[in-house]
């Protein structure tokens, strides 16, 4: 099963307009959420994260928030930019042995910003 | 700054071959990941390393071995190959006294059985 969601594939906006990004999860033990920023053939680029004690998390364009009793977080991208362009994956981190914390992603929202 | 490094970027193999990825984490890093993504897919957790001692396994099949060294650095064996193994193979690391889960990718490495 699918414990993280990102139910939209893909998702086109006007340069300069504001890009929201959602995710879903199921696991009450996710206890701390980042967004990557992934073009073809390269790594995943850690954008941003928040932790589970905090509802909001800003840095520069990109704004994340997280609604613990909805399980959901979304991805605010202000002014949407051309180079935004990319596959955005969310992802959710649990403990899971000796200083590991292993990621589930969700499938990834291809977002396009359109100039 | 110094990012995750994998090598190699491109590795074609045939069937039942053996292959060896390399994944040198950002310095002073404790914690290695390796991931797996198929085509069209999300990344999926393989194994993780923390000081050198496995910390925590996922879908790994029983033909993928992997091991941290004394550097750091980490390997990720992969024996009898399969044409379903053929994906982008992820190293992240993280540094797990940080107080934050955060991982780093690597550019990663694209494996093409035949």
């Known amino acids: 099963d699918q414990q993280v969601k990102q139910n939209s594939p893909s998702l086109s906006v006007q340069e300069g307009r504001i890009s929201i990004l959602n995710c879903d999860y199921t696991n009450s033990m996710f206890d701390y959420f980042l967004w990557y920023k992934k073009y073809p053939a390269e790594g995943p680029t850690f954008l941003i994260s928040?932790?589970?004690?905090?509802d909001k998390n800003e840095d520069g364009r990109f704004t994340v928030f997280l609604n613990k009793s909805a399980k959901h977080l979304s991805l605010h991208i202000v002014p949407s930019q051309p180079g935004d362009s990319a596959v955005y994956f969310c992802a959710a981190s649990k403990a899971s042995g000796a200083g590991s914390y292993q990621l589930t992603f969700g499938k990834g929202t291809k977002l396009s910003v359109i100039p | 700054a110094a990012g995750v490094i994998q090598s190699p970027r491109h590795l074609i193999k045939e069937k039942r071959e053996t292959a060896t990825l390399k994944c040198y984490p950002i310095p002073r890093h404790d914690t290695v990941y390796w991931y797996q993504q198929g085509p069209g897919q999300d990344p999926q957790f393989l194994i993780s390393f923390y000081e050198k001692m496995q910390s925590d396994k996922g879908s790994i099949p029983d033909r993928f071995s992997a091991q941290q060294f004394s550097d750091y650095h980490s390997e990720l064996n992969m024996s009898s190959l399969e044409l379903g193994d053929s994906a982008l193979y992820f190293c992240?690391?993280?540094?797990?006294?940080?107080?934050?889960?955060?991982?780093?990718f690597g550019p990663g490495t694209r494996l093409t059985v035949l």
């Open positions: 928040i932790s589970s004690i905090k």
């Open positions: 992240a690391s993280s540094l797990a006294a940080g107080g934050t889960d955060t991982q780093y």
